[in-house]
């Protein structure tokens, strides 16, 4: 691709990004309720003070030029004081970030692992059993409801068999110095083994509890895939040629049928960011989607805004990614 | 089903006729049936009042456990009410909920999508960017971050959803629109002097609806989960009314006494949505007539 196309690729994702920005922007302003109130609540302010306040927010100005305020704020990450941390709202949200990204990129990860083997083998033995019980198995996942599979392995593996922990991101008193702020770097720098075996075993459930469904959709990306690349003329020509099995599976057919797999995976990523509150919630792991789901009943309405927006800018990146990545990696479509 | 007769019928009845020859999606379909059934008869056939507390019942076991009695079939939740009847009646804030959003949303996903696809130009324009807007949200932050502004309740619910939900149905006819536009009795009925309006409606709606029935059916399942997932958070239906969704949180803290608080209204969500994810996939073997070509 080349650098204009790119260019071009990237401004038709502006509109989007800056109606995304938009609908956030009205989500907080049209809410019932006058956020100076929410502010106020606990101090005895007069009228005048809280009418100070309110111009200082500059919640008097008419909407768009108050858009264009949000908007020009946002850019520089200023999204305003969380009420409930005292401290810059973009400030609590990094510092629970990694938790999360390191949470959703075990899923991912697990998905593929899961998904890659299962998909191939249902495409390679279509039709029979293995076929069937792999679409069963699939549809299974997609049916079920993410906070209840994680309640199910809780009672399962925690509470019944005690294999892994209830929740929770590390045991209290194996917590080591924060450096990237993802546990199982950090514990590994301190040179503390046992450290990151407790945070494995804290990730494991929630990331099963995320990762398991989204296996079972990428497994049918696979399946289909893969499916379509072993009935094309090279993989024929090369099992032709007297190719072993294995290597025509392996180096002809997988690396091309992994190209639409990659493109789903980087948009379930963005879509498991926003599963994550759920199973943040459930798991009591302390990332962003738990701080979100809390903040909405500390009507901490800053904060909300500002992570609805890094979600959905996120979001709207990786399926940029997506869009790259399926460019990139697939001779035939030039765009 | 000789030629001939499959000749004589619509491409409705037909794919009926192809759904009916489909086992899996027919017992589905009965599954599906089933609970509206007992959504519908809830305030007949539940053995209690689903508000009725009844402390010296607190995490009553299942009757097929020790200390279960037969009065409370599938036990009682913390407050010792009867989970049978709550999850009779929180079927019907599931069912409800769906089937409301569902039908608002295929209306004026398939108003837009034949405006979108007919009309084009700048109508065109200004749909495909709010339905990229909408698809740049992941759909549970969507629904969250209104919800966290609107405050909870049934009422809420309904409108967040069915702010993203039109989507896919319009992007679905949208698409079947564009291709019904070149075809040639929508030339002829141009050509007979019909305006757009009644192009749209009388000549290519019709044609639409088949992808706008399987679309529907299948974000039905979706749209279930998204309730009792809000209402999870404790987002969605609020106290007293039973929720399948609020029922496995309030269960939670009860794990190691009391498995079944929210085992059971987690098993009723798998159930439906797996039937209805099912039936889905029959309705659309049955209508898509690509995958009947292949």
């Known amino acids: 691709m080349t650098a204009s196309r790119l260019l071009e690729r990237l401004f038709q994702t502006l509109p989007v990004l800056l109606g995304v920005s938009l609908i956030v922007f009205l989500m907080i302003t049209l809410t019932p309720g006058d956020p100076v109130e929410i502010m106020l609540a606990d101090s005895r302010a007069t009228p005048e003070q809280a009418a100070v306040l309110r111009h200082d927010l500059g919640l008097d100005r008419p909407l768009p030029e108050r858009f264009l305020i949000f908007l020009g704020r946002a850019l520089t990450g200023d999204f305003g004081i969380s009420f409930f941390h005292r401290r810059p709202v973009w400030d609590v949200l990094v510092e629970r970030l990694p938790a999360t990204i390191e949470l959703t990129l075990a899923a991912i990860l697990l998905a593929l692992a899961v998904a890659i083997p299962l998909g191939v083998a249902a495409a390679v033995k279509r039709d029979t059993w293995m076929d069937r019980a792999l679409s069963a198995i699939s549809l299974f996942g997609v049916s079920l409801p993410g906070f209840w599979f994680g309640i199910l392995l809780i009672l399962l593996f925690a509470v019944q068999w005690g294999i892994f922990p209830v929740g929770g991101r590390t045991s209290f008193d194996l917590e080591v110095a924060r450096i990237t702020g993802f546990l199982l770097i950090d514990t590994l720098l301190a040179g503390r083994l046992d450290a990151f075996g407790a945070a494995l075993r804290h990730l494991a459930l929630p990331a099963i509890t995320l990762g398991l469904p989204t296996a079972a959709l990428l497994a049918r990306v696979v399946r289909s895939a893969m499916a379509e690349v072993l009935t094309s003329d090279y993989v024929l020509f090369a099992e032709a040629k007297g190719l072993s099995r294995g290597r025509v599976l392996l180096r002809h057919a997988l690396k091309n049928a992994l190209i639409p797999v990659v493109t789903v995976a980087a948009i379930e990523t963005g879509s498991l960011l926003g599963g994550n509150m759920i199973v943040e919630t459930v798991f009591g792991w302390p990332g962003l989607g738990r701080l979100v789901v809390e903040s909405i009943f500390a009507r901490n309405y800053p904060l909300v805004q500002a992570a609805v927006l890094f979600y959905a800018v996120t979001y709207v990146v990786l399926n940029f990614v997506a869009d790259l990545l399926y460019t990139g990696l697939n001779p035939k479509v030039r765009l | ?294």
């Not at chain 2, 989960?225 to 969605?236: H, K, V, W």
């Open chain 2, 1 to 294: 089903m000789s030629a001939a007769e499959a000749g004589a019928l619509s491409p409705l009845g037909l794919g009926l006729e192809r759904f009916r020859a489909n086992r899996t999606a027919l017992l589905a379909a009965a599954v599906i049936l089933l609970f509206v059934l007992a959504a519908l008869s809830a305030p007949w056939i539940a053995p209690h009042d689903p508000a009725d507390a009844d402390l010296f019942r607190r995490l009553q076991p299942p009757a097929w456990l020790e200390g279960g009695e037969w009065g409370f079939p599938l036990g009682c939740d913390s407050l010792g009410r009867d989970i049978l009847s709550r999850l009779l009646f929180g079927a019907r804030v599931s069912l409800l909920v769906a089937a409301i959003v569902i039908c608002i949303a295929a209306v004026i996903g398939t108003l837009a999508g034949l405006a979108a696809g007919y009309l084009r130009g700048w109508t065109d324009t200004l749909i495909g960017r709010l339905v990229d807007t909408l698809l740049g949200f992941p759909y549970l932050v969507f629904a969250i971050g209104l919800m966290a502004m609107m405050g909870p309740g049934l009422h809420n619910i309904i409108l967040v959803l069915v702010y993203k939900e039109w989507v896919f149905s319009c992007r679905v006819v949208r698409g079947e629109t564009l291709a019904a536009r070149e075809q040639d009795y929508v030339e002829a009925a141009r050509a007979l002097g019909a305006g757009p309006g009644h192009i749209m409606l009388r000549e290519i709606l019709p044609n639409v609806l088949s992808p706008v029935l399987v679309v529907a059916t299948f974000r039905m399942a979706y749209v279930i989960i998204m309730e009792a997932s809000l209402s999870f958070l404790g987002l969605g239906v609020q106290p007293p009314t039973p929720s399948w969704g609020s029922m496995v949180a309030d269960g939670r803290d009860f794990l190691v006494d009391a498995w079944w608080v929210s085992t059971l209204p987690g098993l009723a969500i798998l159930m439906l949505v797996l039937a209805i994810n099912l039936a889905s996939q029959g309705l659309r073997d049955a209508f898509d007539p690509r995958l009947h070509s292949a």
